[in-house]
Structures are given as C-alpha cells and as structure tokens.
C-alpha cells in the first residue's frame, strides 16, 4: 500500500513513527510505502544558517535521533556553540540550537550553497538517518524558500514578524491577527509531492497544527485539488483533545483564523477533501459536525478512538495509527 501524509513537526513525527511501527507489525501491510510532505514554513536562516524546524523534527524522531522529551532537537544535545555566539553578543539568543543540530544546519546550508534544492538536501540528510531503509521518503512541501510570518500589533500598528518568533520568543502571548507566507501562492509543490498525492491507496493527516503546518501545506498550488481529486481515502486525527492542543499554541492560531478550538471545527478545514476524523472520547460526545462543504455526504465519518488520543508513548502513538489505518481501510 501506498500511503501519503501531510506532517508538522512534534506532532506529525510522534504519529509517523506510530504509523511507521504499525504497518511494520502487520505482514500484510509491512511492504507499504509512506511518504511524508512536510510543512517548510516554520524555515528560518540564522547565523547564516538554514534552519527547517519540522523537516529536522521528523528525520530526527524518525530517524531515532531525536530528544524525545522535548519532542524537537536531537538527543543527548550539548550548547557549547550557542554559549560562544551569546559569548560574543551576537543575535538572537531566543532560538536555542544544540551543536549537533548546528551540524544538520551546517550541512544543509552547505549543499544549498552547491546549488542542491531542498527535495536533494532533505534526501541526502535522510540518507544518514535511513528513512529509505524504512520505506519512508520525507519531502520537503516545496523547493521555494517560503516563510510564515505573523502579523500582531504591539501599540504600534501591525507589523509582521516571523512564526518562529512569534511561537518561541513571544510564546504566542501577543494575538495574531493574520498569517502571511509571502510566494506560498506561487511556490510550486517539491517533485514528487503531487504525485505522492494522486498516487496514494491512503491519505493521513496527523494531530499537525491544522493552521501553521497541515494549514500552510494546503497553501500551496494544486495540493487542495490534488487531496479534492484524489480516489484515496482521506483520514486525519485531532490535534486537540477535549478543545485543547496537547502542547504548542494551535488554540492561538485557530483564533486568528476565525476559527473555534473544537476538534469538529478543525475538520471544517479539511471538509472538502476529509473522509474520516478520529477524535478523543472527550471530544466525541455532542460535537456538531465539521462545517464547509463536504466531500461525503453528511460530513465526514467521525469515530471516537478507542482510548485517549494522547500519545503518552511509541506503543500508544502505534495504536492510534492501527485504528486510524482501520478507519481509512474500512470506510466504503
Ligand atoms: P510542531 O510543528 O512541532 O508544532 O508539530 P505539529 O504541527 O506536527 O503538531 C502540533 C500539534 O500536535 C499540536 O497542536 C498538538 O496539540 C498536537 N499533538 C501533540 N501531541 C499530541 C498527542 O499526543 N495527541 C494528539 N491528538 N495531538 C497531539
Ligand atoms: N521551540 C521552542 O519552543 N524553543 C526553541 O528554542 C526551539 C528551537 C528549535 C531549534 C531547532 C528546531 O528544529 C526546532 C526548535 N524549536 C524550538 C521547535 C520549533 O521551532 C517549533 O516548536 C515548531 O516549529 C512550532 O511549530
Ligand atoms: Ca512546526
């Protein structure tokens, strides 16, 4: 089976890998091929760097390097280089970086500087961490350099700032009043994605930020057709649980686009082209259904997962996607 995902950071690579594991488990279904478009418009260059937050997040979690408490970074990370840069004064200091990570950044900038596109770079650093072995390819959403930046006003008039500072320095504590990804309507999906898409036996939406990872994904041309058309099953789970994301600020960014924190009002979002949502016990009981104009008649099929939707572990995020498997692979 082919199986294509649309994927943040934190979020999406806990699910992933609990995808990866559960199709492992099965002999019917360990052949199967995931491929992961991931949001690229968290990228930020510092220090002459080129930093992809959620592309790094998923090689890292996928590949088994990652901090796994912090669910971002690398395991085991030393700040020795970061202490010289503050050392020396120089900015900004609210975006912490390890030195292993440094060394992603660094041979990333490297390859783009050679002239290599982000789909290239991301495969040669997926390389290292054996994505291939495991019949996962992570591609980048897009070879355009595209940011999200955040539109507040602090008393003197709105001015945009990039997401990563709005989300890290600021913690999202100013509103938002819009999102804005100067180029995301004119950047062209990275090879492969499209094709990811059309070619799927199963679409997966993971519990990403329905609004600044899966949401910005769906910014770009020609993946909204693509999922509308597509003769897969789509099927996405809930990032909030009981009205609340798990960690992170999507209440914040739901809230800026109008938008009720409510796991129904997500899958509004995705009406059009979603065929199933799992959503926690908590949040099954009295929901009204997602708003939009349906691709199924009546909305989407909505089940309650069998447990809470948290993934405490790798085994319980391996359980949500066996039932989130289920219910793509049983729906008519
Ligand atoms: P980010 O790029 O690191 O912010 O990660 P994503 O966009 O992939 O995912 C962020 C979302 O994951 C947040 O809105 C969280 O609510 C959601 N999330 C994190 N952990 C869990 C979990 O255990 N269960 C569910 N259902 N959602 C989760
Ligand atoms: N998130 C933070 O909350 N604080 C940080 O200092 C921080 C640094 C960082 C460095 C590399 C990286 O790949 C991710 C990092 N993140 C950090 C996570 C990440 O930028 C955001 O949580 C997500 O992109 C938000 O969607
Ligand atoms: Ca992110």
């Not at 292993?100 to 783009?112: M, N, S, V």
């Not at 509103?175 to 180029?183: K, L, M, T």
């Not at 009295?286 to 997962?305: F, I, M, W």
């Amino acid at each position: 089976m082919k199986i294509a995902a649309l994927a943040g950071g934190v979020g999406g690579a806990r699910f992933l890998r609990g995808l990866r594991d559960a199709l492992d488990a099965d002999p019917d279904l360990a052949d199967s091929e995931l491929t992961i478009i991931a949001n690229t418009g968290d990228d930020i260059s510092l220090f002459g760097l080129r930093i992809c937050p959620d592309v790094d997040t998923l090689l890292y979690t996928l590949g088994g390097g990652g901090d796994e408490e912090q669910g971002w970074g690398r395991a085991d990370e030393t700040h020795v280089v970061q202490g010289e840069l503050a050392a020396y004064g120089v900015q900004p200091q609210w975006f912490g970086l390890g030195d292993k990570d440094f060394g992603t950044h660094i041979a990333r900038t490297l390859w783009l500087r050679q002239g290599a596109s982000a789909s290239a770079v991301t495969a040669r650093l997926a390389q290292r961490w054996g994505l291939p072995d495991k019949r996962i390819t992570l591609l980048p959403m897009t070879d355009v350099p595209v940011e999200t930046h955040v539109v507040v006003d602090r008393g003197e008039g709105p001015v945009a700032i990039h997401f990563q500072e709005w989300w890290v320095a600021d913690r999202a504590a100013t509103p938002a009043e819009r999102f804005v990804v100067a180029g995301l309507d004119t950047a062209a999906p990275a090879p492969g994605v499209l094709d990811a898409i059309r070619g799927a036996d199963l679409i997966v939406l993971p519990p990403s930020n329905p609004v600044v990872s899966i949401g910005i994904i769906l910014g770009l041309p020609g993946i909204r057709d693509a999922l509308r058309g597509s003769p897969a099953r789509v099927v996405g789970v809930s990032p909030l649980i009981g009205g609340r994301p798990v960690r992170g600020h999507a209440d914040a960014c739901l809230s800026a686009i109008g938008v009720e924190a409510r796991a129904m009002a997500v899958a509004g979002l995705y009406a059009d082209f979603l065929d199933a949502w799992l959503v926690d016990p908590a949040d099954a009981p009295g929901e009204s259904t997602a708003s939009g104009a349906p691709r199924r008649a009546g909305g989407p099929v909505v089940q309650a997962s069998a447990g809470p939707l948290l993934m405490t572990d790798r085994a319980r995020a391996a359980e949500l996607a066996r039932q989130t498997l289920d219910l793509g692979l049983t729906l008519t």
